[in-house]
Each structure stands twice: as structure tokens, then as C-alpha cells.
């Protein structure tokens, strides 16, 4: 089982909870992807726990930190994340995120060039230039409605619903990937769904920006393409290495599908970082 201990830390008004494992060891910041929490990588925490001190925060909006006012855009979460490793006293940590996190593992590394050893990407919810084109499309933006109001509907369910809904469209994933998923779907605030796009400036235009080593984790059902994924490559300006890996067999969430070829692409990444 994972031993953490539970914090709050004020930036700059708003309070955010977080999760730490601790330890004299580097310190490995994970990010987790729209309406999970922080315990949603509790799998893989484990398996970083050994060699890191693992910060699982939760990003606002999600889990038990503040709710989304009125000031609130994605740069929030930026700003937030680059506070919290100051603020912890956090010395180059390693970034991962997922989906939503992985969106805000790239703005950190643009914007506070200096903060990570590296960065790892699973799935980023990367937005293209015909993506940001499409926005307004009326059969967009009715989608967009349907998937938020399905979402709302979670905290209106009891747990244990929530849980079997879980196990009944993800039967591939773990009881210890269900149960935090199915906890943080009750905790997270609609509200994160008012804005259509999860951040609005393209991946081309962020990619030649990022300057420390970086491992893109892709899967063959996700959303970031292989089309997208060599691009991104192209793209590449740092002298630091840039690599990434498709996954087969899974979709979005690939280390809750695939979680043995997830494992396989961290840890060969993370053994070609300087100590």
C-alpha cells in the first residue's frame, strides 16, 4: 500500500492539496488529466516511490483543492504547479503529466525553463491548428454539451454507482486504477468544462520552446497521433533529447491499459537522465 503524508499549500489566494511520499530522493512531480486527482497515479507512485519522492498534487478544480473562480484559466494550473515546487523547495524535479497534465508539464517547461529535469507526456491533450479551427463548430460544440452534462452527473451518484460504472466500461483497468477514479469523478467541478479548448496555444507552437529533455508516450487508440508525434519531432530545437513511444493496444489512458509497456517506456527513459 502507498504511505503518503497530505498537504495544503496558498498560492496566491488559492489552496492546493496535495499527496508526498518524501524522503532524501529526487523529487518526481506527477500531474493528473481532467476530473481525476492526484491518487489516480497511485499505481505508478508506487512504482517511483522507491527512487523519488513523488508530489501528487491536485490541480484546482480536482480532488481537494480549491474550487474554480471566476480569475481561473489554464495558466492557473501552470502558475500553480511552478508554485508548489517552489514553495516545497522542490530542486529540478522531474515532471509527468497526463492528458490535462501533460498539457501543463509542457507550459511549465516553457515557461519556467529552469524548473525541470525533464518532462514526460502521456497523451497530452495537445491541441492542433485545425483543432483550434473547428472550436466553433456547431456539432462540436453540441458534443462538448452532451460529455459536459454527462460529467456533471457524477457527483450526483453514489460512490459505489460510480465505481461499477467504472469497472463496466473499463473492465482492462486495475481495482487500484477504478477506486481513485471513481472517487476524484465525485470531487472534480463542472465548471473546468466552460471553456472548449484545455489550453489554446498549439503544439507547434509550444514543442521548439521546450528546452529539457523530453519522453512523449503516445498509444495507437489516444489522441496524440503518430502523424502529430514525428511533427513534433521535427519541431525539436533543444539540444536536450526528445523521444517518444506509441503504445499498442491502448487508448487514452495508456497506463491504466498497458501498463507494463507504459512502465517499460518511464523507467528506459528515466535510466538515460544524468544522476
Known sequence: MLKYTEGYLRLDGISIHYYRIGGNKPPFVLLHGATDNGLCWT????????????????????????RLGKNFTFKSHTEQVAGLAMGLGLNKPIIMGHSMGAGTAVNVAVEYP?????????????????????????????????????????????????????????????????????????????????????????????????????????????LVTEAVAKNAAKLWKSKQPFKWVQIKGAGHNIRREQFEEFQKALFGFLKTLPA
Open 114 to 222: 529552469s524548473l525541470p529535469k525533464a518532462i514526460i507526456l502521456e497523451d497530452p491533450a495537445w491541441v492542433t491548428p485545425e483543432s483550434l479551427e473547428s472550436q466553433n463548430d456547431p456539432e462540436k460544440m453540441k458534443q462538448h454539451e452532451a460529455f459536459m452534462k454527462a460529467l456533471a452527473g457524477f457527483g450526483k451518484r453514489t460512490l459505489g454507482e460510480v465505481i461499477a460504472e467504472g469497472r463496466a466500461q473499463n473492465p482492462r483497468w486495475s481495482e487500484e486504477e477504478i477506486i481513485p477514479w471513481a472517487q476524484a469523478k465525485r470531487q472534480f467541478d463542472p465548471a473546468l468544462f466552460s471553456m472548449m479548448a484545455i489550453n489554446s496555444r498549439s503544439y507547434e507552437e509550444l514543442v521548439p520552446k521546450i528546452t529539457c529533455p523530453t519522453l512523449l508516450i503516445i498509444a495507437d487508440g489516444g
Open 43 to 66: 499505481p505508478a507512485a508506487e512504482l517511483l516511490a522507491e527512487r523519488y519522492d513523488v508530489i501528487m498534487p491536485d490541480a484546482q478544480g480536482h480532488g481537494l483543492s480549491a
